[in-house]
Structures are given as structure tokens and as C-alpha cells.
């Protein structure tokens, strides 16, 4: 796929990160628990994982690859590790012990993170948790610029709505939803749910008139089926939280102009700086509590 495409809605080929809401008091992340245990160096056993290596030494995977410079999750028989000291932190990560009942998906959601990449942190081949497993999460203040944002519409102007992440779309070929839908009568207006620079607008075929909105932490947030675009905004302009942007519609799914397709909404999305997908739903969630 080529960068032009990467945000084009419900694309379904790229890497996603889900993203959470409000943190709940039932799903706490705390330091690691242990008596802390000084530096060692291992040699790796056969059939041995990061995974393994971390729970058996009371650290974690993210802590171990950060000491050893590692660029993957890769290791092999015989490679000397550096275990670092239990109570080393990892840069921009924290603990959390799995409670009675909890799922990978339910904490990925809660920390803003993917279930791949809850897996991938920690090492792990499947889904499968157990109660009392310490489990490495992303901290939520590394995503700051897009934790303060505001909800796009003006409250009462739309309905109610659900998480569509990863529903399936046939239009344009077999693909997932990259985004939350917010069905809105046609016409009502959408304000900028953060700072940042216009980096695309026009036509294109899935969202219609759609924007692009960097920024400047590398986040982009995603407009799509507009039905007209607020007067005098182009691509490079500088653009406020709150700021007109444009207006609900239902352009897309065909060529330029097509309209009424499907019942008008705004398409809202998010996307890291290496133009992963996030899940917009928990964040909408919490703007909209915020509101």
C-alpha cells in the first residue's frame, strides 16, 4: 500500500491500535509487586521466549529487550540476555496484574492499545490470561495530544453510537471498519477535535469529501463523507481545537460527488504517526463524557 492510501477509510490493510477510555479502579496498573533481584546474564535455553525469560526472573519482556538492545522479540539457544534488576522501569510502560475475569482485549481496550500489541509487548503467542499474570502496558500519558481532544459535534446535534472498529465493509472489497461511526443529520457541523495542520483534503472514493487533520505529536484525525467543508480551509492550514471544519454528509462509496450511498454520518478516525489505525471509540467515549 502506498502512503497516499493510509488513511483512506476502512483501507483493512493497515496495523491497528486500539484505543481505550477512562481508566477503570478495577483495572489498576501498579509497579512490579517482588523484592527486587539484582542484574544477571542468562544464557538462552531451547525453545525459551522473552515471555518466559521475564516471568521467570520477575521483569519484563519490554525491560528485558530495552536492556539488550534487541530490535524484535526474536531469540535463540545460546544468546547471553542481560536480565535487568526487577525494579528497573521500562521507559513509557507500567505494570498490570490480570484480575479475575479480565481479557487481553479488555485491557488492550482500557490502555489505549491493540490486543497485538498487548501480545507483542508481553510475549505472547495467544489470548489465553490467568488471573494474578503481570502484563507490561503502554502508559497513557504517551498519548497526550489526542487524550485532550473534544468530541467533533456539539452535544444533542447527533445520535447515539457504538463501537463499529473492526465490523466488516464489502464496499471496495473485503475490509474492516477503520473508524466510529456518528450518524448525524446532513448539514450539521463538525469542529476540530484537536490542534494541528490540514494534511489532506478532497474527494476520495470510500469517505467522500474527507479531511485530514496532523497533529503535532505525529496523531492524525480523519473526517470522512462530509458533505461540504467549512468556508476558507485548505491543506497546510493551522487548525484549533473547536475550530468549523466542515459538515455532516454522506459523499463517498463511488466516483467524486456521489452522495446518499448510506444515512449521513461523520466516519471519524485516528492514526499514529506510522499510520497505524487506533481505535476511536473509547476516545470518543471519554470526549463525549467530557462534553
Sequence with gaps: MSPSNYFEEESGNMKCKCMPALLAAAFSAVSIGHAAKAEETVIVQ??????????????????????????????????TLVIPES??????????????G?????????????????????????DAIYAGQELTIQEEETLSSI????????????????????????????????????????GTPIHAAADGTISRKGWNELGGWRLTIQAPDGY???????????DGIEAGDEIQKGQLIGYVGSSGYGPEGTTDQFIS????????????AINPY??????????
Design 46 to 79: 531451547q525453545g525459551e521466549t522473552l515471555s518466559d525469560l521475564a516471568l521467570s526472573h520477575q521483569t519484563t519482556y519490554q525491560a528485558i529487550m530495552e536492556k539488550n538492545h534487541l530490535p524484535s522479540d526474536i531469540i535463540f539457544a545460546g544468546q
Design 87 to 100: 525494579g528497573e522501569e521500562v521507559k513509557g510502560s507500567a505494570i498490570h496484574i490480570v484480575e479475575s
Design 102 to 126: 479480565e481479557t487481553l482485549s479488555g485491557i488492550a481496550l482500557q490502555y489505549k492499545m491493540s490486543t497485538d500489541e498487548l501480545k507483542r509487548m508481553n510475549g505472547l503467542s495467544s
Design 147 to 186: 487524550d485532550s481532544g473534544q468530541f467533533p459535534l456539539k452535544e444533542g446535534t447527533y445520535d447515539p453510537f457504538v463501537d463499529t472498529w473492526g465490523k466488516s465493509r464489502e464496499y471496495g472489497g473485503a475490509r474492516v471498519h477503520e473508524g466510529t461511526d456518528i450518524f448525524a443529520e446532513k
Design 220 to 230: 492524525s484525525l480523519y473526517y470522512a463523507h462530509l458533505s461540504k467543508y467549512a
Design 265 to 276: 454520518h461523520l466516519h471519524f478516525g485516528i492514526y499514529d504517526s506510522e499510520f497505524n
Design 282 to 291: 473509547p476516545y470518543l467515549t471519554e470526549w463525549k463524557n467530557n462534553q
